[in-house]
């Protein structure tokens, strides 16, 4: 065998070890709903979110919330090792210690006194991906299952327009602005796809942004399972965070629906009214008619994407304009 054949056996090994690896972190990482079962005589429906965080480990967020306002819930982040086809779960938190497993998509874990939870994962999905405009929208990035979209309405030509109807983020290529300028917008609708970067943590994981008249930003971020901030995703950056953290597992397709009504000026230059934004994240209403303050405001202007050094993907992007 020649050295130079040896060493294309090797390095076609390390491609299906880390094909292999992927896969087994794409089975585990996701939404979870099932039981919380407190003791024998009460239950809860539970949810958790199971996060990818790279080498086999797994950081696991399990939430419980009762019916009856006078009965408390449940909060317990626990960590698990990959283990072939199996996750093993173990950790403490709150005050207990408690061990499982995820196996074959159900996710089991226990602890003393008949603490236990009973979860199977469930398709995480935007209710709004794939939404198609209405008659009246102008359409940013028109997209068509299976084909390349037509990126003749945006100033970047060096991003990549892909095959599966989503245009990508080329990292140190610059952001991505349409040719058109808007003022206020009544429905922007823009969907996107982060990529998994499970050994990157805060704003190095999957950073993006959305940008209204290239000044008011929307965070697109790789936010899930994440206590949130105003940098995370959804967040008006340094502003507000979301109020609900809506976000999805990274590798599926989320959403955005925006409405902005851009600042009023006076005739001399001074803000009569300040911006406000409304943000609508995979169905889940995460800003309602928020003012943005800000040292200086644009009254027009285009719709901004983020280039952060991430290959994110963006679709089907179109907008209605007015209030």
Known sequence: MTRSFSLKISICLVGLLCLANNLFADSFMGQYEGTFYPDKKFTMKATADVVAEGDGNYRIVIKAKSNDPA?????????????????????????????????????????????????????????????????????????????????????????????NGSMQVVPKKGSNK?????????????????????????????????????????????????????????????????????????????????TFRAARLGENGKVKELPRITVIHNGVKIHDNLEIPKSRHRTKGPIQLQNHKHEIQFRNIWLVEGQ
């Open 71 to 163: 009965m408390d819930g449940a909060f317990v982040e626990i960590y698990g090792k990959q283990e072939g086809k199996v996750v093993t779960i173990s950790g403490r938190a709150g005050g207990y210690d408690w061990k499982g497993d995820i196996k074959d998509g159900r996710l089991k874990a226990q602890s003393r006194y008949g603490l236990n939870f009973d979860l199977k994962t469930v398709e995480s999905k935007s209710p709004n991906a794939g939404l198609k405009p209405p008659k009246n929208a102008v359409v940013l990035l028109p997209f068509e299952e299976g084909a390349e979209p037509d990126m003749s309405g945006w100033t970047n030509t060096n991003w990549k327009a892909l095959d």
């Open 178 to 258: 349409t040719k058109q300028q808007f003022t206020d917008i009544k429905r922007l609708h823009l969907e996107f796809k982060l990529p998994l970067e499970p050994k990157n943590r805060g704003q190095g994981r999957a950073n993006s942004g959305v940008y209204l008249l290239d000044a008011y930003e929307v965070q697109v971020l790789d936010s899930f399972g994440l206590v949130h901030t105003s940098g995370d995703c959804g967040g008006i950056y340094n502003v507000a965070r979301a109020k609900i953290n809506a976000s999805l597992p990274p590798e599926t397709w989320q959403t955005y629906d925006i």
